[in-house]
């Protein structure tokens, strides 16, 4: 009897990663905080470097919070070469994981970043969007349009009250429209998604979510005292039967 195929789903969650490889992710980020804090000319002492990777930025946003935004900035732009971290590109789990929610594809690259949820830095939360807003490129190199799914990976185990992600939960065939904010980002506006199933997860550490490009989600509050850390994988390719762009 043939196998009854799997109704498609907008994300998984899957168990990939090892405790030493979840600390290494937050050692290559702290250790990025440290290093511009002492290249800074503010203070160092001014960086909160006796708390962990989970609280340093925290105590720093609560004291001064433009140092703390200078400081999230050069996590964002430079924490994603670490070794530690920029080896997620070359992961087969994560394109095995990856396969399991979209299907078999030709891997077409891998863009991996760094993404937080501070407590009081409430600014620095996205609004709802996709990975995925234009299917079509905006540039001759342009590749953005290919990602197939997202693999969030959280430092820490998160819930809705520790800065996680709220997802719609039917899949969808095309990105819904986003529009521009003041502040230049691409959210989808809040009647676009009326009438849609949704569902806040729940993500261990060492867990990935896999989420579909065309998937809205948001940040949820962060209602902890800890910084809500997380890598993100942008996974990119091309299934059997479609042309690359």
Excluded at 95 to 115: K, M, N, W, Y
Excluded at 205 to 215: E, K, N, S, W
Excluded at 229 to 240: C, E, H, L, Y
Aim: net charge neutral.
């Amino acid at each position: 009897m043939p196998a009854t195929a799997a109704p498609p789903r907008s994300f998984c969650i899957a168990d990939i990663f090892r405790a030493e490889e979840i600390a290494a992710m937050g050692a290559a980020i702290h250790e990025t905080v440290d290093r511009v804090a002492r290249a800074l000319r503010t203070p160092y002492e001014e960086s909160a470097p006796q708390q962990d990777v989970f609280h340093r930025l925290q105590a720093v946003a609560l004291r001064n919070p433009v140092y703390a935004s200078a400081l999230v900035a050069a996590v964002f732009a430079d924490a994603h070469l670490d070794p530690r971290i920029a080896g997620l590109k070359d992961d087969r789990r994560l394109q095995d994981a990856v396969a399991g929610l979209c299907g078999d594809f030709e891997p077409g690259g891998v863009t991996v970043r760094i993404r937080l949820n501070i407590p009081a830095m409430t600014q620095k939360r996205h609004g709802w969007h996709s990975d995925v807003a234009i299917t079509t490129a905006v540039r001759p190199d342009s590749t953005c349009h290919t990602v197939l799914a997202a693999c969030w990976i959280p430092l820490s185990d998160v819930d809705e009250n520790k800065g996680g992600l709220e997802l719609v939960t039917v899949p969808l065939s095309q990105p819904l429209t986003h529009q521009r904010t003041e502040d230049g980002r691409y959210v989808i506006p809040d009647a676009s998604l009326e009438g849609l199933p949704r569902q806040a997860i729940a993500v261990r550490a060492g867990q990935a979510a896999i989420i579909d490009r065309f998937t809205p989600h948001r940040s949820l509050p962060n209602t902890s005292e800890c910084v809500r850390w997380s890598v993100v994988a942008w996974v990119k390719g091309t299934r059997p039967g479609t042309q690359r762009a």
